[in-house]
């Protein structure tokens, strides 16, 4: 089952961590998030092991663009690149809504590609669409 | 000494009229020279004619004296002959010098031969003499009268030979002088149009190399100047021309170093505007995002007036996101690459209308477009005006009973054609007029008309980006026409 796997927010800021999760609860969204705060940590957990051994596979992928060490760019590219997460759905989830950001992520393999509302209350509607439609509708080869 | 143009002009137009001079000298000298061998014939012959004329005049009269006298038997008048006879070989004495002074000397001993028979032949016919010896006497006398007569003529006559000869002089001295007149005209013509041309070809070539050197600048070469060949006016230019390129040059690469650090203050500005829309917007989501988690986590624990200020706090933050984001547009438009295409603008303006109303407090407002409305733009950019003009129509007309919305053509300025956008609402006072386009700028409260103030900027900053000018016409209460040109725009064409 694609839709019991962990959601990977791979975000930096403290506030948005939390808005996101609790946008999550609210919308009851069940599936284990894990956080990632830069980059390189979302790169180690998706490459990493899980306590059985497993390589981890995550349901979706949020991702912001502007992170500290690795940016959003490089590890979008980095997840196509690599035969295990190759197919994982990755979401840009950020503030900019520059042209050239959208071009960049589509052309690194971006699913989707959403601006954070600064209205909370859109958040939360956005964060029901995402996971209504990416856990639930969504189908995914299955990679490995 | 230079020689310049000026002076090689003045060098030929001088040479030519000295030639001339000199060649009217020469002819009058020659026809001075001409006239002098005819004045000598003149004084040689004239005489000379005259002599032969009355000496055989006198002749013919001395003869005619003797004969009148005899036949008249008049004594006294024959005794007049002797002197008549004297003045005739006085006249031959005269003889001018260069005749030939022995046929003179001749003539005048055949004259005293005949005169003296004459004489006495008379005399004896006056005393009615007869007798064989008589008759003998005349015929003799007759002949020496011929011989006397062809002395005379011999002695006196012209010699015909020698005037010719004069003449053919005057006339070989005529030919000559005509023909170094025709040559030295025909040399004078050459010298002038061999000069001429010479110098013209090297004007010529010189104008060429200064027109080339101009191109090679206008293209900004300007590394390779004009070459400097002789020192005269064209000289003179080539070094201003090549001074000028030296300037350029230098402006040029004050340019291009100008435009070098533009483009690095606008790849800076860039960077503001996307760290502004990343990093204010982030601290924006936190203040709403927990102002509606402290609603919804201890909603019951806050007094009513709390609710109202948090509500506040979350209104403020999505004022702040919308002025980021108007400001955000207003930097895309001065960042983005003219896109120029022929734009219907007709075509352009109703689809704008029709999101008009798309608003939930949606009410009926009558617009009207314009037929064939069309303009070379951006169709992006130029899309924008007619958004915020028209919203701004349609929310200025709120408190119209019949509001009308209008679009049209208004001419042609030396901007342009010009187009406009008209309403009758509310309007504005002209004296806000400088306020009007400034970003951030409202001149109707937020209660009234909400917005940001940053339409009416961005209408300016995409007409200006298109090379026109924006203004407007108002009075309060009056309505407001909004005015643009496009100046790469043509007017519709009349149908």
Redesign the interface.
């Known amino acids: 089952m694609t839709n019991g796997r962990p959601i990977l927010l791979v975000e930096d800021q403290e506030d948005d961590v939390e808005l996101t999760l609790r946008a999550f609860r609210q919308n009851r969204i069940a599936n284990e998030v894990v956080v990632a705060r830069d980059g390189v940590e979302a790169l180690e957990w998706l490459h990493g092991t899980d306590d059985a051994g497993e390589r981890r596979h995550a349901a979706l992928v949020l991702l912001d663009l502007k992170l500290p060490r690795l940016d959003g760019l490089e590890v979008l590219h980095r997840i196509r690149a690599d035969e295990h997460t190759r197919f994982v759905p990755v979401v840009i989830l950020t503030s900019s809504s520059e042209e050239q950001d959208l071009v960049a992520s589509y052309s690194q393999g971006a699913n989707s590609y959403v601006r954070k509302p600064v209205d909370f209350e859109q958040f939360v509607e956005s964060a029901r669409q995402l996971g209504l439609y990416w856990l639930m509708l969504n189908q995914c080869p299955v990679s490995d | 000494m230079r020689w310049t143009i000026k002076r090689r002009l003045n060098a030929i137009v001088a040479l030519t009229v000295g030639a001339m001079l000199v060649m009217t000298v020469v002819d009058v000298m020659g026809a001075r020279v001409v006239e002098r061998h005819l004045s000598a014939i003149e004084r040689a012959y004239l005489p000379q004619l005259e002599l032969e004329a009355r000496a055989e005049a006198d002749f013919i009269a001395l003869v005619r004296t003797l004969q009148e006298a005899t036949n008249a038997q008049d004594e006294e008048r024959l005794n007049a002959a002797p002197a008549q006879k004297d003045a005739l070989l006085r006249l031959l004495d005269e003889a001018p010098a260069g005749m030939d002074r022995r046929a003179i000397a001749d003539a005048k001993a055949q004259v005293e031969l005949w005169f003296a028979l004459a004489m006495s032949v008379s005399r004896r016919l006056m005393r009615n003499e007869t007798g064989e010896q008589l008759v003998i006497d005349i015929e003799q006398m007759q002949t020496l009268q011929r011989a006397a007569r062809q002395a005379l003529i011999q002695a006196l006559s012209l010699d015909r030979a020698r005037l010719g000869e004069a003449f053919t002089e005057v006339a070989h001295t005529e030919r000559m002088s005509w023909l170094a007149r025709l040559l030295s005209r025909l040399a004078l013509a050459l010298a002038t149009v061999a000069l001429g041309a010479s110098l013209s070809r090297r004007l010529l070539d010189r104008v060429r190399e200064i027109e080339e050197g101009f191109e090679r600048f206008g293209r900004g070469e300007f590394d390779r100047p004009v070459p400097l060949t002789g020192d005269d006016e064209l000289t003179e230019i080539s070094e201003q021309a090549n001074r000028m390129a030296r300037n350029l040059k230098q402006v040029d690469e004050l340019l291009k170093a100008r435009q070098a650090e533009l483009e690095r203050t606008n790849r800076e500005l860039e960077a503001f505007s996307?760290s502004v829309?990343?990093?204010l917007?982030?601290?924006?989501?936190?203040i709403?995002?927990?102002?509606?988690?402290l609603i919804e986590d201890f909603g019951e624990a806050i007094p009513p007036a709390g609710h109202g200020y948090l509500n506040r706090v979350?209104a403020a933050?999505?004022r702040m996101?919308q002025l980021i984001?108007d400001m955000l547009q207003l930097s895309r438009i001065g960042r983005a690459e003219l896109q120029l295409a022929e734009v219907d603008l007709t075509a352009l303006a109703r689809s704008v209308v029709e999101t008009l109303g798309d608003t939930p407090d949606a009410r009926r407002v009558e617009v009207r477009v314009a037929e064939g409305l069309t303009a070379r733009a951006d169709a992006r950019l130029i899309r924008l005006v007619f958004e915020n003009l028209l919203s701004n129509a349609y929310k200025f007309t709120g408190k119209e009973s019949a509001p009308l919305i209008e679009v049209g053509a208004a001419g042609r300025t030396d901007e342009g054609p010009v187009f406009y956008v008209r309403d009758n609402g509310i309007g504005f006072d002209e004296a806000y007029m400088g306020k009007l386009f400034t970003p951030f700028q409202r001149l109707h409260s937020e209660k009234d008309f909400p917005g940001t103030g940053v339409g009416l900027a961005t209408v300016q900053r995409v007409v200006h980006k298109h090379g026109g000018r924006v203004w407007a016409k108002s009075a309060v209460g009056e309505g407001a026409t909004f005015f643009f040109s496009l100046p790469f725009l043509s007017l519709p064409e009349e149908p």
């Open positions: 996307y829309s990343h990093d917007r982030a601290p924006l989501r936190s709403d995002g927990f102002s509606k988690a979350r933050t999505q996101a984001d």
